[in-house]
């Protein structure tokens, strides 16, 4: 056999090299023989001295295209070309037609890459081979790694034929998707389906994975399905007593639809279960849809769907709807109670660039005020009081100073279960002009140019009701609806220098299409409201002035720490004038018999409308308000230089009251006094209190008696409030994973607080109030809570969450919540416990991370419903 080895590096191409080594077989008289350039002589491939000298020296004279890479393209023999690389060697025997490569080496074929440190090549046959070889310490390195497309494998040896594309491996290691597959001996076929005999399938991806189902038959069919026979579970190597007659795991990629097999269990007070169960539908490349729901062996069901949609560069979302029947005991029994509850959620987000100018938004939250207590959900979910949806669209004229919106919104407390709509609510707005401003301004500019006049309409129909009676008969003319149109005439100019001066003129009129009458009904003695079915306009004006300026004071240091602490004091001195609108030239108030004795009343025929009706009683209101800021300015000295680090040392601190000159009495309202500051930019204060500079009696009336003339002090405190807020949560500003893909990273990044970072070492919350309301004819009310909730990372792998907080006044812990985690490479473990409290119940699950085995899990609970 004619052997020629050949060690250099670079490219060259293929009739070159096989007419160069044509020529050396016709003129030597040496068999085998073999070319080198430097390097050890590898093993197998033995020659003397002199065919080494003779061959060197006639490569020596060889073009210099003659390198370690070539590419064979024979079209008798092979559909495309061959195109092959070794970090060593390339040894070439001809009359065989075999071609070996030694070191790093590689070989592309159509869409076929092999690497490994050995490959030999059989250009007669059509095949190929390639397995590790050892290295200075005698581990086997550079194992085969097959790629095809998408899919690749590392065996220990490979053989593959190139016109039938079947192959045979040993010890293979291979992804498919989420799922790793191990195997003894497999067979690859033309289709890329491959069998695996003595193998086992897993979706641990460490090199020895910690579980694993093992089988004597494996049938891989890539974006497809893997089958398998019989096969034991093994956990660190050790089997389980958990076995499968047959296993079927899809892994086809992308767009696809199947059955969503349910979890099962017991309650004890609604019975078996099996929950979450139904089929998912991947209906288009934008749109897809879960049915799912639970059902319980005494009564009680939940049917939800699901339903994610994308479009690229236009807008993205989510919508679920939840139904549930919850029968708790049995009719017979006094303990029985049937609930009935629903749920709707909806998020939307336009992408800013689909269509600029236009914007529309959704997020909706609205169901059953019980919903949450009856069906278990997350603590934020239950402890929640109040839900809130809206749903904009917004539309904006590029270059013209208008735009409209149009929304629906709706409000529910599922304490009180009142509930409030607006369907829908519009507003059209005019920005703020400037029509005597001189279009070529020379010189200064005059006071009157600075005169601005704008424009804000509105139409609302909205209605507030309790849940209960929102769908039933008649609940359409409870809603309230009219328009409202808003224009400010308005100016700003300097005073002296230091004071800014801001009067303005305020038009509003109201349109209604529904009025009152009141009328005295002898017969009953009652006075009876009437509806008026006509067009009515509400007008009215105000006129009000502001003048302003800042008081700037500075305390400097030469020496120590504190450069200068700074003082600003901004006080705003207002007047603001209403004229009377309840007098009988306006016809905006009326007057009724309010009794049988003949005593008049007042009443206005807006009353209860949307937006009102002009204020009765003239209003000459001055108005006084002052807040302080602290700032304090520290030394930071470096090795090169001394910065100023500014620390704030009070935000604010601020108080305001006002004096009615047009009051008859009590013409002096409340004190009210608030500040705000943060230390260190972890803690934050708030406090906030409500002075009456008027005596009050023991009836609770407010006479018009000063509490300094009385009582020989400023004011009466009546209420007042404060808060402590202490975080030291350090989360990321975005998570990035390369296993979610961007629907799921978006989720995380929005709800960031539903989740367990591993990588935060600990977060901590925590928020203290108190609140104080002085009753005079009922004890005072005092409120004192304290919560706090975070999580702790014991270890890299143990993470301990909490959520919990105790009322001082109650002398009781409110909503608490324990969660332990344990991260388990491919499995997870996770514990949540309700100690006490109307939501009592645990949660105990041990599962694998990967969505191809959500089934294979160990669960116990005991909810609420087993604790009544």
């Given at each position: 056999m004619n052997r020629v080895q050949v060690r250099a590096s670079g490219n060259f191409s293929t009739s070159v090299c096989w007419l160069t080594v044509c020529l050396f077989l016709l003129f030597s008289t040496f068999s085998p023989v073999r070319a080198q350039q430097g390097g050890t002589e590898p093993a197998g491939n033995k020659a003397n001295g002199d065919s080494i000298a003779r061959l060197d020296s006639s490569l020596s004279s060889l073009p210099d295209t003659l390198k370690l890479s070539d590419s064979l393209a024979l079209a008798d023999d092979f559909k495309s070309k061959v195109q092959y690389h070794a970090e060593d060697s390339i040894v070439y025997a001809i009359d065989s037609g075999m071609v070996y490569l030694y070191g790093r080496a590689w070989m592309n074929y159509e869409d076929i890459r092999l690497e490994a440190d050995y490959i030999d090549i059989s250009f007669y046959t059509k095949t190929l081979s390639a397995h590790g070889l050892p290295d200075s310490l005698g581990r086997l390195a550079g194992k085969p790694v097959f790629i095809q497309g998408k899919d690749e494998f590392t065996a220990e040896h490979i053989r593959y034929n190139f016109n039938s594309k079947k192959g045979k491996i040993t010890e293979i290691n291979t992804r498919d998707g989420d799922s790793f597959i191990h195997g003894a001996t497999v067979k690859k076929q033309p289709d890329n389906t491959t069998f695996i005999k003595n193998g086992?399938?897993?979706?641990?991806?460490?090199?020895?994975?910690?579980?694993?189902?093992?089988?004597?038959?494996?049938?891989?069919?890539?974006?497809?399905?893997?089958v398998t026979s019989a096969a034991d579970m093994y956990i660190m190597d050790v089997p389980t007593p958990i076995a499968i007659p047959f296993g079927f795991f899809p892994n086809r990629k992308g767009r696809s639809s199947g059955i969503l097999f349910p979890q099962y269990g017991e309650s004890q007070q609604l019975g078996f279960f099996l929950k979450n169960g139904g089929y998912y539908l991947g209906l288009n490349d934008h749109f897809d849809l879960a049915l799912t729901g639970d059902i319980y062996s005494k009564g009680s069901w939940r049917a939800n769907a699901f339903s994610n949609y994308a479009w690229k560069y236009r807008f993205s979302g989510n919508v679920s709807v939840n139904y549930s029947n919850t029968r708790v005991s049995r009719p017979e029994f006094p303990d029985y109670s049937l609930e009935e509850a629903f749920f709707i959620r909806w998020n939307h987000t336009q992408d800013a660039k689909s269509k600029p100018g236009i914007s529309f938004t959704a997020n909706v939250n609205a169901g059953s005020s019980t919903f949450y207590q009856y069906n278990l959900s997350t603590a934020n979910n239950f402890l929640t009081n109040t839900f809130t949806s809206s749903v904009a669209w917004a539309k904006s004229w590029s270059g013209k100073p208008i735009n409209l919106s149009v929304s629906l919104a709706h409000s529910q407390n599922t304490q009180t279960k009142d509930i409030s709509l607006s369907l829908p609510s519009a507003t059209f707005n005019l920005a703020r002009r400037t029509p005597f401003k001189r279009k070529l301004a020379i010189g200064s500019q005059k006071w009157y140019e600075k005169i601005g006049v704008g424009l804000t309409s509105s139409f609302l129909n909205s209605i507030n009701t309790k849940?209960?009676?929102?769908?039933?008969?008649?609940?359409?003319?409870?809603?309230?609806?009219g328009m409202q149109h808003s224009i400010p005439l308005n100016t700003s100019f300097t005073v002296a220098k230091y004071f800014t001066l801001s009067p303005g003129i305020t038009y509003t009129e109201?349109?209604?299409?529904?009025?009152?009458?009141?009328?005295?009904?002898?017969?009953?003695?009652?006075?009876?409201?009437?509806?008026v079915d006509a067009f009515k306009a509400a007008?009215?004006?105000?006129?009000?002035?502001?003048?302003?300026?800042r008081i700037y004071g500075m305390l400097q240091f030469r020496k120590g720490r504190i450069a200068a602490i700074r003082h600003v004091m901004t006080p705003?001195?207002?007047?603001?004038?209403?004229?009377?609108?309840?007098?009988?030239?306006?016809?905006?108030?009326?007057?009724?018999q309010a009794d049988s004795t003949g005593l008049k009343q007042q009443y206005s025929v807006f009353e209860g409308t949307i937006f009102g009706g002009p204020g009765a009683g003239k209003s000459s209101l001055m108005n006084f308000s002052l807040d302080n800021n602290f700032e304090m300015k520290v030394r930071q000295k470096t090795d090169t230089a001394e910065t100023m680090k500014k620390v704030k040392l009070l935000e604010s601190l601020s108080l305001g009251t006002s004096y009615n000159f047009a009051a008859d009495s009590l013409r002096l309202s409340p004190i009210s006094l608030s500040g705000r500051a943060t230390i260190l930019d972890k803690v934050s204060l708030n406090l906030a209190g409500t002075f009456d500079p008027y005596v009050v009696t023991s009836e609770g009336v407010r006479i018009n008696t000063t509490e300094l003339d009385q009582n020989g002090k400023l004011a009466r405190f009546t209420s007042g409030n404060f808060s402590v807020n202490f975080n030291i949560t350090k989360r990321k500003k975005e998570y990035k994973?390369?296993?979610?893909?961007?629907?799921?990273?978006?989720?995380?990044?929005?709800?960031a607080d539903n989740y367990l970072d591993f990588n935060v070492p600990f977060s901590l919350t925590v928020g203290y109030n108190f609140f104080y309301l002085n009753n005079v004819v009922s004890p005072d009310q005092v409120t004192q809570t304290l919560n706090f909730n975070g999580d702790i990372l014991l270890t890299p792998s143990w993470k301990v969450s909490y959520n919990s907080g105790y009322d001082f006044e109650q002398k009781d812990l409110s909503y608490t919540s324990l969660g332990i985690?344990?991260?388990?490479?491919?499995?997870?473990?996770?514990?949540?416990?309700v100690p006490f409290g109307f939501q009592q119940n645990f949660f105990f699950q041990i599962n694998v991370k990967s969505s191809m085995l959500q089934d294979l899990k160990l669960t116990r609970k005991n909810d609420r419903f087993d604790n009544r």
């Open positions: 086992y399938y897993t979706t641990c991806d460490d090199p020895h994975p910690h579980y694993y189902l093992k089988a004597a038959k494996i049938k891989v069919i890539p974006n497809n399905k893997v849940d209960s009676l929102l769908f039933r008969e008649g609940s359409l003319e409870q809603f309230r609806y109201r349109w209604y299409l529904r009025t009152i009458r009141k009328n005295w009904n002898p017969e009953s003695k009652q006075v009876v409201t009437d509806t007008r009215d004006f105000a006129f009000s002035a502001n003048m302003n300026t705003t001195l207002g007047f603001s004038w209403r004229p009377d609108f309840s007098e009988g030239g306006y016809g905006y108030y009326k007057q009724v994973s390369e296993k979610g893909n961007e629907d799921e990273l978006t989720e995380v990044n929005k709800n985690h344990r991260d388990l490479h491919c499995w997870e473990m996770s514990l949540n416990w």
